[in-house]
């Protein structure tokens, strides 16, 4: 298997320098309609090449970058496993979501052992449903998108990117060049529309097995979302629970507030020492409406544009 592994992995690597792609942003590769980054591409690879056995308890937190994800993989974790721990030692307390909720495509790069983790396996992805469902979809397992308004997201990953980008390389992307590459659908994952229908559809086509999940519903209404977020896991909320306040507990545990304070997610931790994200990065602002404070009314109106015609007809609106 390591050695099919690592045969599988030079052939990739190969591929990939083959591909249509450019480093101006985020070294990334157009593939099959979608601009992924090499690990997320590798990933995908190795997923079609059959080196991930998928299980009908699987959950997976889907999202385009900078969408919630964090937040979700916090929500998630701590209502499943709510009769494990309690809200004083919770691991959410020491340790950062995404180590908790890994990538896969960032277990299946680094080859790790994802057999014999316990279920119901919890992972996240980036990866459209496109290109990620022949090989889970049929084992049964459940997908929740988190989605956001693309204003935010763009704004949101515009100073993430550079802000991570600028410790290996000194040049920033100007809002201006970013702004042209995400309206041209050229983002990390992108184009976002694409990305976002991808689950909007399945999650109509199968909603027992794709829940949608809207950044700025969690912020309006956090405590009804993660009833629903349960109950979708088949795993709701037992009337002495919710008398018990138990998922208020939950929902203040993954809070914005008390999640960018911990220390674990202080400026210098960095749970993945082979990148140069650090926890910290992940928590910024966390509040809805932050793009009005970067992008001029015509850039808002151009993206309210873009949106409003990719979106035409598929019922699913910001
Ligand atoms: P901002 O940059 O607008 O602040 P992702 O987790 O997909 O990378 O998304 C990151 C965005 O979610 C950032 O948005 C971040 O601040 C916000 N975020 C992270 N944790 C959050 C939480 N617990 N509650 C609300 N927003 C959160």
Redesign the pocket.
């Known amino acids: 298997e390591s050695q099919r592994y690592k045969e599988a992995i030079r052939k990739y690597d190969e591929l990939v320098q083959t591909l249509p792609g450019d480093d101006v942003w985020w070294t990334r590769h157009l593939y099959k309609g979608f601009w992924l980054p090499s690990g997320g591409l590798i990933g995908h690879l190795l997923l079609e090449d059959h080196h991930f056995h998928s299980k009908p308890t699987d959950i997976l937190v889907a999202?385009s970058?900078?969408?919630?994800?964090?937040?979700v993989k916090?929500l998630i974790f701590a209502s499943l496993n709510r009769n494990i721990y309690d809200f004083v030692t919770h691991p959410l307390i020491t340790t950062n979501p995404h180590t908790l909720v890994p990538f896969l495509e960032k277990c299946l790069y680094r080859n790790e052992n994802t057999d014999s983790l316990p279920s119901p396996r919890l992972f996240g992805t980036h990866l459209p449903y496109t290109l990620l469902r022949d090989y889970v979809k049929d084992s049964g397992c459940k997908f929740v998108y988190v989605c956001r308004n693309p204003k935010?997201a763009f704004?949101?990953m515009w100073?993430?990117l550079n802000k991570v980008m600028s410790r290996y390389r000194p040049t920033e992307v100007s809002l201006q060049d970013a702004f042209e590459m995400f309206t041209k659908g050229a983002s990390i994952f992108g184009p976002f529309w694409d990305h976002v229908l991808s689950y909007w559809n399945a999650s109509l086509e199968a909603p027992y097995q794709v829940l949608f999940v809207m950044y700025e519903n969690l912020q309006r209404e956090p405590v009804a979302q993660v009833k629903r977020l349960a109950e979708f896991l088949d795993t709701p909320f037992s009337m002495e629970e919710e008398k018990a306040g138990v998922i208020q507990d939950i929902v203040k545990l993954?809070?914005?507030d008390n999640?960018n304070n911990l220390e674990v997610n202080k400026v210098e931790s960095n749970s993945d020492p082979s990148t140069t994200i650090k926890n910290h990065d992940?928590?910024?602002?966390?509040?809805v409406g932050?793009w009005k404070n970067y992008l001029t009314p015509e850039m808002a109106a151009c993206l309210d544009q873009i949106t409003a015609e990719k979106l035409r007809g598929s019922g699913l609106s910001f």
């Open positions: 999202s970058p900078k969408c919630g994800t964090t937040w916090a935010d704004v949101s100073l993430f993954c809070s914005f999640l992940f928590f910024r602002k966390g509040k932050d």
